[in-house]
């Protein structure tokens, strides 16, 4: 096999005929979709059962390809956890540098701050494209044709190789906003850049979208409304949504996905559900007793990453679904499970139980917060009052303080920062927890050394 040749015809040939295979609108026949995924399924795992990696787990589960011909199957298979997925792919990557010297390697920081990559040959980087265009394709918008506006993103650079017309038509369409992780852009450039081109698609880190619609709000400064719009990177926070609605208008497209998986499932415009792409990837939910069903954090396994498989991956995400015709929609998106706050007798509160009460605070003046666990007895919330609100900064804390006190135990005392815009993470995002705390596993190994 030659990924050099690969890489070479991966714009030519590979993304475009991808965007063929992939539905371009809302999947009118739940069962075709169905019967596309258990078919992908079946050949996923006789790939798998080649690679030792695999093998081992084949084993371990006592099952063979054979035992596997639905997405519900997988439950039998081992699930696969960020810090397994960065040793192998290391190993890996460090074993056979000259094989995957033609990939593509995503890096992500890690929920622990030990950078994870995944490798990607050049199909499976091209369907990673395709699997996204066909998301917002799904809510209208045609490559080539509309404009889209965005954040330097991974998904639009070119990766070696003559591109096809298709892709250079495409690529004319797309533009590249100033602001970049490493070189911050003032809101006021942003909002500028984002009228004079005036997009029909705006795609760009949550939080940067949030600040550029604060700035308009705050500043009473027209803002374009795009036909459709995508936050990306961060879980959308119903005081952000409404910010956006209000500043963006209805065209809200919300893609769900990791850099390891590519776009899993997606909200659209009008919608107040995500529809899983089951035609390439399997999104179960298990909770945790380890029981799989419409409940718990989410197992994805993109059915398109055949040369590099992740079978069963822990994303760390909780959520809430339902089935329609065979085919899962996730109803609720709870959040990161490792998103915690830390209780002196060892007990933890979710982001998910905080964001219930977040969801009750729309209107107390806050359009955007972010809580900093600084010791057992105080958190400090950084928050950003909203523009169109007339009460005070004293009355808005006793109303927020009152309404987080008592879902967390009312344990805590709250330290305010209120700020123009909350600075976000050195990897470009805004996580909605930060703890300061030790880390409480790592205390007990030092300890114990």
Same mark, same amino acid.
């Given at each position: 096999?030659?990924?050099?040749?690969?890489?070479? !015809?991966?714009?030519?040939?590979?993304?475009?005929?991808?965007?063929?295979?992939?539905?371009? @609108?809302?999947? @009118?026949?739940?069962?075709? %979709?169905?019967?596309?995924?258990?078919?992908?399924?079946?050949?996923?795992? /006789?790939?798998?059962?080649?690679?030792?990696?695999?093998?081992?787990?084949?084993?371990?589960? =006592?099952?063979?390809?054979?035992?596997?011909?639905?997405?519900?199957?997988?439950? /039998? &298979?081992?699930?696969?956890?960020?810090?397994?997925?960065?040793?192998?792919?290391?190993?890996?990557?460090?074993?056979?540098?000259?094989?995957?010297?033609? !990939?593509?390697?995503?890096?992500?920081?890690?929920?622990?701050?030990?950078?994870?990559?995944?490798?990607?040959?050049?199909?499976?980087?091209?369907?990673?494209?395709?699997?996204?265009?066909?998301?917002?394709?799904?809510?209208?918008?045609?490559?080539?044709?509309?404009?889209?506006?965005?954040?330097?993103?991974?998904?639009?650079?070119?990766?070696?190789?003559?591109?096809?017309?298709?892709?250079?038509?495409?690529?004319?369409? !797309?533009?590249?906003?100033?602001?970049?992780?490493?070189?911050? %852009?003032?809101?006021? %450039?942003?909002?500028?850049?984002?009228?004079?081109?005036?997009?029909?698609?705006?795609?760009?880190? /949550?939080?940067?979208?949030?600040?550029?619609?604060?700035?308009? @709000?705050?500043?009473?400064?027209?803002?374009?409304?795009?036909?459709?719009?995508?936050?990306?990177?961060?879980?959308?926070?119903?005081?952000?949504?409404?910010?956006?609605?209000?500043?963006?208008?209805?065209?809200?497209?919300?893609?769900?996905? +990791?850099?390891?998986?590519?776009?899993?499932?997606?909200? +659209?415009?009008?919608?107040?559900?995500?529809?899983?792409?089951?035609?390439?990837?399997?999104?179960?939910?298990?909770?945790?007793?380890?029981?799989? =069903? *419409?409940?718990?954090?989410?197992?994805?396994?993109?059915?398109?990453?055949?040369?590099?498989?992740?079978?069963?991956?822990?994303?760390?995400?909780?959520?809430?679904?339902?089935?329609?015709?065979?085919?899962?929609?996730?109803?609720?998106?709870?959040?990161?499970?490792?998103?915690?706050?830390?209780?002196?007798?060892?007990?933890?509160?979710? !982001?998910?139980?905080?964001?219930?009460?977040?969801? $009750?605070?729309?209107?107390? =003046?806050?359009?955007?917060?972010?809580?900093?666990?600084?010791?057992? *007895?105080?958190?400090?919330?950084?928050?950003?009052?909203?523009?169109?609100?007339?009460?005070?900064?004293?009355?808005?804390?006793?109303? $927020?303080?009152?309404?987080?006190?008592?879902?967390?135990?009312? #344990?805590?005392? &709250?330290?305010?920062?209120?700020?123009? #815009?909350?600075?976000?993470?050195?990897?470009?995002?805004?996580?909605?927890?930060?703890?300061?705390?030790?880390?409480?596993?790592?205390?007990?190994?030092?300890?114990?050394?």
């Amino acid at each position: 096999m030659s990924y050099a040749k690969d890489k070479k !015809w991966e714009n030519l040939r590979y993304f475009p005929a991808d965007l063929m295979k992939v539905y371009k @609108k809302v999947p @009118k026949n739940p069962a075709k %979709v169905k019967a596309i995924q258990d078919r992908k399924v079946q050949e996923l795992m /006789k790939i798998a059962y080649e690679i030792p990696f695999y093998r081992a787990r084949f084993e371990r589960s =006592g099952t063979t390809p054979e035992d596997y011909h639905c997405g519900t199957d997988l439950y /039998k &298979f081992p699930v696969l956890n960020k810090e397994e997925l960065r040793d192998w792919s290391d190993e890996e990557l460090e074993k056979d540098p000259e094989k995957y010297q033609d !990939w593509h390697v995503s890096p992500t920081s890690g929920s622990t701050g030990i950078p994870l990559r995944t490798p990607f040959s050049p199909k499976e980087n091209a369907w990673i494209k395709a699997n996204y265009m066909r998301s917002i394709m799904m809510a209208g918008f045609i490559p080539g044709v509309h404009k889209c506006l965005h954040r330097p993103n991974s998904l639009h650079i070119s990766t070696g190789g003559k591109k096809s017309f298709p892709q250079r038509m495409v690529d004319a369409r !797309w533009k590249d906003m100033s602001d970049a992780i490493k070189e911050r %852009v003032p809101s006021k %450039v942003l909002l500028e850049e984002i009228n004079d081109y005036k997009p029909d698609f705006l795609y760009l880190h /949550k939080n940067i979208m949030v600040r550029i619609c604060l700035y308009a @709000k705050r500043n009473r400064m027209y803002l374009h409304k795009p036909k459709w719009y995508s936050p990306i990177s961060e879980m959308l926070d119903p005081s952000s949504e409404q910010l956006l609605r209000e500043m963006l208008g209805p065209g809200l497209i919300n893609p769900y996905g +990791l850099s390891e998986t590519g776009t899993a499932a997606v909200r +659209l415009p009008g919608e107040d559900f995500f529809r899983v792409n089951s035609d390439t990837h399997v999104v179960n939910l298990r909770d945790d007793e380890g029981n799989y =069903g *419409d409940n718990g954090v989410a197992i994805v396994t993109p059915l398109f990453k055949t040369d590099f498989p992740l079978i069963n991956y822990v994303t760390g995400d909780r959520m809430e679904s339902r089935t329609v015709d065979g085919l899962r929609q996730i109803t609720n998106l709870k959040g990161r499970m490792n998103d915690v706050i830390h209780h002196k007798d060892g007990k933890i509160t979710e !982001w998910g139980n905080l964001e219930i009460v977040v969801n $009750y605070a729309v209107g107390m =003046g806050v359009v955007q917060s972010r809580f900093i666990q600084e010791s057992y *007895d105080q958190i400090r919330i950084q928050a950003v009052k909203d523009p169109g609100c007339q009460m005070s900064l004293s009355e808005i804390e006793a109303k $927020y303080s009152a309404a987080f006190a008592p879902a967390l135990n009312n #344990e805590f005392h &709250f330290v305010y920062d209120w700020m123009d #815009e909350i600075p976000s993470d050195p990897n470009g995002k805004l996580r909605m927890i930060v703890n300061h705390l030790p880390d409480p596993v790592a205390e007990a190994e030092s300890t114990a050394q």
